[in-house]
T-cell receptor, first 113, second 114 residues
Framework: AQSVSQHNHHVILSEAASLELGCNYSYGGTVNLFWYVQYPGQHLQLLLKYFSGDPLVKGIKGFEAEFIKSKFSFNLRKPSVQWSDTAEYFCAVNGAAGNKLTFGGGTRVLVKP | DTEVTQTPKHLVMGMTNKKSLKCEQHMGHRAMYWYKQKAKKPPELMFVYSYEKLSINESVPSRFSPECPNSSLLNLHLHALQPEDSALYLC?????????????FGPGTRLLVL
């Protein structure tokens, strides 16, 4: 069975600070990896995804993530956050046969203006 | 266009009521999903339809009954729900095939069971 772990449940930082959210997964086979964001009162939106190729992927709104296979990790980064980045961030994995997406527990990010 | 629409946005129902949630996508996706999201928790998969056939049921109680009338529509029929079923119900859709399984989510239906 596949599982996803997000290390930080809550992160508070100031505008212009750098952000890094950790994500580790457990699954022995080939995986597809995703980061989704849920802004307050809004629906889940795809930030970025990794299927294969360059392990450093760039997404929308200045976010990027790095897939490190040896560490089973897919950490999300943004060099300089804005107040509008306040949201909940979910890492997700689809590794099993079929199309079953498993989410991590989420990280609530609060950016202080 | 990556839009998945869901109706209604909000639903309040009693434990003896029968209601339905509706989801629609026009992206040509051949997989559709229902998730349940409780407050401050991640989405949990309930059902997956692939090519209009139920392919995954995550041991969901029978008071939830999914239906996929065609490749664009997905329904979730609700009957005799419990207060603990109150949650945000999310629909998603995706292509099928290696490298194409990105799921796009609708805004959800916020359900309150009294």
């Amino acid at each position: 069975a596949q599982s996803v772990s997000q290390h930080n449940h809550h992160v508070i930082l100031s505008e212009a600070a750098s952000l890094e959210l950790g994500c580790n997964y457990s699954y022995g086979g080939t995986v597809n990896l995703f980061w989704y964001v849920q802004y307050p009162g809004q629906h889940l939106q795809l930030l970025l995804k990794y299927f294969s190729g360059d392990p450093l992927v760039k997404g929308i709104k200045g976010f990027e993530a790095e897939f490190i296979k040896s560490k089973f990790s897919f950490n999300l980064r943004k060099p300089s956050v804005q107040w509008s980045d306040t949201a909940e961030y979910f890492c997700a994995v689809n590794g099993a046969a079929g199309n079953k997406l498993t989410f991590g527990g989420g990280t609530r990010v609060l950016v202080k203006p | 266009d990556t839009e998945v629409t869901q109706t209604p946005k909000h639903l309040v129902m009693g434990m003896t009521n029968k209601k339905s949630l509706k989801c629609e996508q026009h992206m040509g996706h051949r997989a559709m999903y229902w998730y349940k999201q409780k407050a401050k928790k991640p989405p949990e998969l309930m059902f997956v339809y692939s090519y209009e056939k139920l392919s995954i049921n995550e041991s969901v109680p029978s008071r939830f009954s999914p239906e996929c009338p065609n490749s664009s529509l997905l329904n979730l029929h609700l009957h005799a729900l419990q207060p603990e079923d109150s949650a945000l119900y999310l629909c998603a859709s995706s292509w099928l095939g290696a490298g194409q399984e990105t799921q796009y989510f609708g805004p959800g239906t916020r359900l309150l069971v009294l």
